[in-house]
C-alpha cells in the first residue's frame, strides 16, 4: 500500500470553526489532491497541488484552501465551517500527471455541526 | 453536467452472475482508471486504460477503453460476494491542466451469496 496517511479520521466541529484537514505521504510523489466524497455526487476535486508551493483550484473549491511547504504534507483548510462541508475527505496522490493514477488515504469522515 | 455518466447507479446480482458497468463521456480521454472502494475505506486503482481499443483483463475482470477514447466498459464474470463495492471510472481529459483528474459518480455493486 502507498505510504499515505490522513489525520484526523474523524472530526466533530461547529459551523463557523477554523478546521485544518493534514495529508501525509511517505512515497514523495509530486502530485497530491484534495477530494470530497458526498452521497449522489462522487468524488469531487477541491484543490491540487503539482509542487512545493504549487496549488491550483478543483470544481468545488470556493470556503477551502490549501497549503504544500513540503513535498510530504498537503494541508486543507475550512476557514470558517458550515453544515454545506460535512462530508467524507479524501487525500490522493499520484506521480504521473497525464496518466493520473491516484492513491487515497483512507479519508476523514468531517461533520459540522 | 457531469462530465463521466456511469451506469448502472445501483446493480444487485446473484452469485455467479455476469455483468458490466458503463462509463461515459462526449470529451475525449488521455487516459482512464477504474477504482474501487469498499465502505470506510478510500479507492483502490484497478487499472488504468490508455490506448483506443485498449483491452486489459484482471483475473475475472475485463477492461475496454473505446476506439475514441471516450468510453470505457468493466465486464464482470461470475461474479462472487468479494466484488461487492462501488466501482469509481475518472480519468484526465486531452489537454487539461496536469493532475485536473474527474470521476463519475460511480456504480453500487452488490454480490448476493
Redesign the interface.
Known sequence: DAGITQSPRHKVTETGTPVTLRCHQTENHR?M?W?RQDP??????IH?S?GVKDT?K?EVSDGYSVSRSKTEDFLLTLESATSSQTSVY?C?I?SL???????????TRLTVV | TQLLEQSPQFLSIQEGENLTVYCNSSSVF??L?WYRQEP??????LV?V?TGGEVKKLKRLTFQFGDARKDSSLHITAAQPGDTGLY?C???RLRT??????????TTLTVKP
Open positions: 502530485y489532491y477530494y449522489g455526487h462522487g468524488l469531487r476535486l491540487y503539482y491550483d478543483g479524501f490522493a499520484s500527471a497525464q496518466v493520473s493514477e491516484a492513491f487515497f488515504g483512507q479519508g | 488521455s487516459s482508471q470506510g475505506e478510500g479507492p483502490v486503482l488504468t490508455v469509481l475518472a480519468g484526465v491542466n496536469a493532475g485536473k483528474s474527474t470521476f463519475g459518480d460511480g
